[in-house]
Structures are given as C-alpha cells and as structure tokens.
Nanobody, 124 residues
C-alpha cells in the first residue's frame, strides 16, 4: 500500500505561484499514475491534474490548463504540481492520490490511496 504525503501549500497573493509536492512511500509508486484533486468545504473533491507512471502523459482540468503543470521524479518517488498565475478560486485543500489499477480517471471515487491534504489559500 502506497502512503502519500503532500506539502508546499500556503498563503499567496493572486498572480503568485506555489509548488506542491506529493511524496510517496511503499512499493510500486514509480509505475503508478497519480492525480491531484482539490476540495473546498461543502463541495465535492474536484479533479485538477493527473500524470501517468512514466510521466509521459498528463491531464488537466480546463480551469487550470495553461497555469498548472504536473510532473514527477520517480527517483525521488515524488509528484509535483507547479501552480502559476494563482486565482482566489484556486483556494482549496489539495490532495494527491493514486488510482485503482493505475488507470487515470477524473473521478475521485476511482482513486484508492490519498494523502492528508495541504491547504492553498490565494488572497485577492
């Protein structure tokens, strides 16, 4: 079972940048796809981005396309989310997760392992 720990969240002004990290422990992470989701109180967890195990395929929600970049360093068992041009509506708790059967999905229900989340707050 992979264990995931997110870090890198914080408070930033609109237009600023943050880089989130998702560090994994356990076997098989380098062959596993990985996704980032975000959630605000009272709303469902929302897909942000995902990356294949090799890093060769990436997927983004329309709301972050062109501003966020997902990448991974399998030697470090870490997936990153570089967030640029941040907007107040990006404020949320951000989670990383690995999907069932290493199949990328935009639905949170298809992910089996989750980190504890990291808070991102963008002030206007």
């Amino acid at each position: 079972q992979v264990q995931l720990v997110e870090s890198g969240g914080g408070l930033v002004q609109a237009g600023g940048s943050l880089r989130l990290s998702c560090a994994a422990s356990g076997r098989g992470f380098s062959s596993d796809a990985c996704g980032w989701f975000r959630q605000v109180p009272g709303k469902e967890r929302e897909f942000v981005a995902a990356i294949s195990g090799s890093g060769g395929r990436t997927y983004y929600a329309d709301s972050v396309k062109g501003r966020f970049t997902i990448s991974r360093d399998n030697a470090k068992n870490t997936v990153y989310l570089q967030m640029n041009s941040l907007k107040p509506e990006d404020t949320a708790v951000y989670y990383c997760a690995t999907p069932y059967y290493s199949t990328i999905s935009y639905a949170a229900k298809n992910y089996r392992s989750w980190g504890q989340g990291t808070q991102v707050t963008v002030s206007s």
